[in-house]
């Protein structure tokens, strides 16, 4: 499991440009997968993409955009959109917003 979040952080790294691009596709499908790479990024530059997506029209590209943020786990990152997405109508959205909150929520020695 290391090696391959290894990969991801690397990938991220090396492709943010592009996976940000992404994130900016017609296709949704292609917007999930970005903003769930940009998760991996460790970048803060990631921070407005992933907050304007979890008010996309698609419950896949709102929870990826939530586990992505939640996975930065920056201390600054806005709360906002994880207070709106508990109330999603669609369970998927919302199981991902209380899934993303723990890392933001527990001290970072105990994740």
Do not use: C, W
């Given at each position: 499991?290391?090696?391959?979040?290894?990969?991801?952080?690397?990938?991220?790294?090396?492709?943010?440009?592009?996976?940000?691009?992404?994130?900016?596709?017609?296709?949704?499908?292609?917007?999930?997968?970005a903003v769930f790479a940009?998760?991996?990024?460790?970048?803060?530059?990631?921070?407005?993409?992933?907050?304007?997506?979890?008010?996309?029209?698609n419950e896949t590209v709102?929870?990826?955009?939530?586990?992505?943020?939640?996975?930065?786990?920056?201390?600054?990152?806005?709360?906002?959109?994880?207070?709106?997405?508990?109330?999603?109508?669609?369970?998927?959205?919302?199981?991902?917003?209380?899934?993303?909150?723990?890392?933001?929520?527990?001290?970072?020695?105990?994740?």
């Open positions: 499991m290391d090696e391959h979040r290894a990969l991801l952080k690397r990938t991220a790294t090396d492709r943010f440009d592009l996976i940000l691009d992404g994130v900016e596709s017609s296709d949704p499908v292609r917007q999930g997968y940009l998760g991996f990024s460790n970048n803060r530059a990631a921070l407005p993409a992933l907050v304007r997506s979890t008010d996309h029209p709102r929870a990826n955009a939530l586990i992505a943020l939640g996975h930065l786990a920056f201390s600054d990152t806005p709360m906002e959109p994880f207070r709106k997405l508990l109330e999603d109508p669609v369970s998927d959205v919302r199981h991902a917003a209380l899934f993303a909150l723990r890392p933001l929520t527990t001290p970072k020695d105990e994740r």
